[in-house]
Every structure is written in C-alpha cells, then in structure tokens.
C-alpha cells in the first residue's frame, strides 16, 4: 500500500519549497519539489538601464546576492565587449570567494547540523525527527560550533564589506572589476581577518562534518540522483596564474567533457509557464506565468544539458576538478561543502597576494545601441548564467538560470525527474510520521528557492507535514 508524504514548506532552506512523495513498502517511489514563489525579475528588468541590472539583480537573493552581480557583470563585458584587467579580475573574486565562505559556513551549521545534532541551547529550534545518534561530548561539541559559526559567517561578510561596501547587496562588484581602489590598509584588513575564517574552517568546521558522517554512514549510499555533473568553471584561466580551482567541465553517463553552452536548454514542460516552444535556449524569449497550466506543479523551469538533468555545486566542482573520489550522495555534498570552503580559503590567500594597491580598474563605459550578451560563473551553489540583450541602450530582454534551477528543476517530456527529485527516489523511510532522510537529503544541495523561482500562492498552510 502506498502512502504520501507533504511537507509544506521545508525548513531551514532559502525560500519556499513544497515536497511530495510517494512512499510504498517504507521507500519512496515518487517525488515532486515544488517551488512556490513567483518573482519575475526577469519581466522587471526589461526597459531599464543595463547598468542597473548589476544591482537589480542582487535583490534576488540575500544569501547569495555577489554570485548575481558577478553574472550580471560578466554578461555586460561580454555585451560592450569590455576586456578586464586582472588586476580588476582578482579584486572582484575576492568579494565572490567571501560569500562562498559565508555561505558554506553558514549552510553547514545553521541548516545542515541541526538535522544530526540536537541543539538543546536553542528553545527555538524544533526538530521534526528524533533520530540523533552522536555520543553526548561530540554533539555539545558541535552544538556549541553551531553558536560560534555565526560570528565566524558574519566576519566572511564583513571581509566582502571592505571591498564591497555592504553586505549584503554589495555595492562594489561592478564592470571592470571593482567600484573601488583596493588600499594596503584594506588588503591587510581582510586577510587578519580571513586567517581567523581559516581557523574556523580547519579546527572546527572539517572535524565536525567527518565527525557526523561517521555515525551516519548511511547517508553515503542515499540521494546520489543521476550522476550527471556539470561546472562553468569556478577561478579559473587567469592570465598569470592559471586555474586555481577547476575549468568549465561535465561528467555525462561518467564520461569527462568540455563544457558547451550551446548545449544548455530550459524546458518547461511541468512548470507554470508558457510559451511559444516548451524548450527554449537560454538566449530566447523569456516565458509567461500560467498557474492554470495543466500537469505543471512548480515554479521552477527545468535546465537540460545536452537533453539531460545534470547537477551542480561544490561536490560537482570538487570531482570536476579531480579533487574528490568520485562518490555522489547526501552526506558526500555536506562533506564537499566544508572541503571547498577551505579551498576558497587558500584560492582568496592567493589572490590577495596578487593585488597591487592603489590600482585604478574602472573608467567612463558607453552604452550601444544594439547588444547582447552572457555571463556564466560557478558561485556558491553552481552554476549561474545570466543572459541579456540591449536594444536602444535600454535592456530589451534578461534571462537567469541559477545553480538551485538545475538542481530543483521539475521533471520533463523526456521522462527525466529533477536531480533532486531523482535523488529522493528508493530512499528508505524509517518512519513516515517523521521522514528525517527527505529533508537531509534535500538540504544537501543547499537549495535557494528564492533564485530558483523567479507572490507567494495564497491559501498555504505555513507548515505541514501531511501523511496520508
């Protein structure tokens, strides 16, 4: 006999998301992730300053609003053909990799953690399950990192300040690099303070995520999905230094391949949308909202590469970049987190050694009357593409696929799931009154729903978990 689990929204994840499956025999057989959140910032971007577009965009997004305005510059350099200067380059991946270490630190703690270790010093954190399996002196240990993580986060953000202005919805990423000249002053203020993340990272952070996936082996052989892995290539190709992380790759049916973005698609056959085509490339038109669609169920698209579901993220790069065993699962996506988060460390070390002070990157830009352009970058949960076009010097069309729409897309004519719903299925479920597995699994690849989807449906529950 079949049952079906609702959990409405998932919790400690950025945005709403819906969660469907289908159990029988205590597995799960069939699953649906559903965005809920309309945003059409796309729409609200056309006929405005192309300029704009680079602070516009951020307001998608708190946790990950540099990743946005890194995109959207790219996609302006490549439309007014601008050629940056490394030194403009550098300054700017370093604001990117603050938000990967704020970002990471803050989705291992904050979201993942309290899935395996129950913080009793928060009244307010309600775990749905009670399948906590730690020796006592371990899970205070980590209970108390979970506190201390919120510092250690907000110092990642105020490094990004520095150079960035605020965080979030930074002010200094822009074309050309950065708004700003980097001073002698500003470059050791930020790295007295990235020694102190750096710690963090490598006393607390690594030694806390081996430590949970000791006690929960399990969860090595859960959520693996397809199997298909793709980047855009995340600090790669500088002119002096070369690739320090990992170049534009995918791994199709555990085959390597250079990456081509003429091979990305975006379907929208179950999402409520319609258009002209249900397939469209990137650089076509943008779709409309139809809530009254038939079949469709999320406001998430669905990306395809070469007419395939592919995931992204920090375990994707880490294999990409031959710097992992390749293993896909649940708990081996947690462990990459806190992996990268230490190679961003040593990548921002790097470049922070690169930067000559008092270096001028910007200048006067004119607008053309005609262009058009893309920007595809690696951030903090995968790949994001943004692609524009300028008609008489106004934007005439945008368009945004995030790293959480390949990874929570909705499934397709082709009879592919998502990569997250695929991960989900044959998943054992322990108890279906409190399925613990569908919620670590999902959190695993650190979900934003608020890039994914771009007014909330009224007539929601706030919170449900329905078995029936």
């Not at 400690?12 to 069939?30: A, P």
């Not at 150079?163 to 050309?176: E, M, S, T, W, Y």
Request: hydrophobic share 35%; glycine share 6%.
């Amino acid at each position: 006999m079949s049952r079906k689990i609702i959990i409405n929204p998932l919790t400690r994840i950025s945005g709403f998301m819906e969660i469907d499956v289908t159990i029988e025999n205590n597995q799960v057989i069939e699953a649906k992730t559903k965005g809920n959140l309309f945003r059409g910032f796309e729409q609200m971007l056309v006929g405005r300053n192309p300029f704009d577009a680079v602070y516009f965009t951020q307001r998608i997004c708190g946790i990950c609003s540099a990743a946005h305005s890194m995109a959207s510059s790219l996609a302006l350099e490549d439309a007014l053909n601008i050629k940056l200067m490394e030194q403009g380059r550098y300054l700017r991946d370093i604001i990117h990799c603050c938000e990967f270490l704020q970002n990471h630190i803050r989705h291992f703690y904050q979201y993942t953690v309290p899935d395996f270790v129950k913080i009793e010093q928060n009244p307010l954190l309600l775990s749905d399950h009670d399948d906590f399996r730690l020796p006592k002196a371990i899970n205070d240990r980590i209970s108390q990192h979970y506190f201390d993580s919120l510092p250690i986060s907000r110092l990642a953000h105020q490094m990004l300040a520095v150079l960035g202005g605020k965080a979030p919805h930074n002010h200094g990423v822009f074309i050309g690099g950065i708004s700003t000249q980097a001073t002698a002053e500003k470059v050791v203020h930020i790295d007295s303070i990235l020694q102190k993340v750096t710690q963090f990272i490598d006393e607390k952070m690594i030694p806390d995520v081996y430590d949970i996936a000791h006690y929960y082996q399990e969860y090595f052989h859960l959520g693996k999905g397809y199997g298909n892995l793709l980047t855009y290539g995340s600090f790669n190709n500088y002119k002096d230094l070369g690739t320090l992380y990992v170049d534009p790759l995918v791994s199709k049916n555990g085959y390597l391949e250079t990456f081509d973005e003429n091979k990305i698609q975006e379907k929208i056959d179950y999402s409520w949308y319609t258009s002209k085509k249900s397939t469209n490339q990137p650089s076509e038109a943008v779709t409309e909202p139809d809530m009254d669609k038939e079949k469709a169920y999320s406001w998430v698209k669905a990306p395809r590469y070469d007419h395939l579901p592919f995931e992204v993220g920090p375990l994707a790069r880490l294999i990409l970049s031959g710097e992992y065993d390749n293993r896909i699962s649940a708990m081996d996506r947690t462990i990459a987190r806190a992996i990268e988060a230490k190679k961003i460390a040593e990548i921002m070390k790097v470049l922070l050694q690169q930067i000559i002070p008092g270096v001028d990157v910007q200048k006067k830009y004119e607008l053309p009357e005609i262009a058009a352009g893309r920007g595809l970058v690696d951030t903090t949960r995968g790949a994001l593409g943004h692609w524009l076009e300028i008609k008489e010097k106004k934007l005439s069309f945008y368009q945004i696929i995030t790293p959480s729409t390949w990874d929570f897309s909705t499934r397709d004519n082709n009879g592919y799931r998502g990569v997250a719903e695929e991960a989900l299925i044959g998943t054992p479920i322990q108890n279906p009154d409190k399925p613990a597995e569908i919620g670590r699994i999902l959190r695993s690849f650190d979900p934003c729903m608020s890039c994914a989807t771009h007014v909330y449906s009224p007539g929601r529950q706030v919170k449900t978990i329905k078995v029936f």
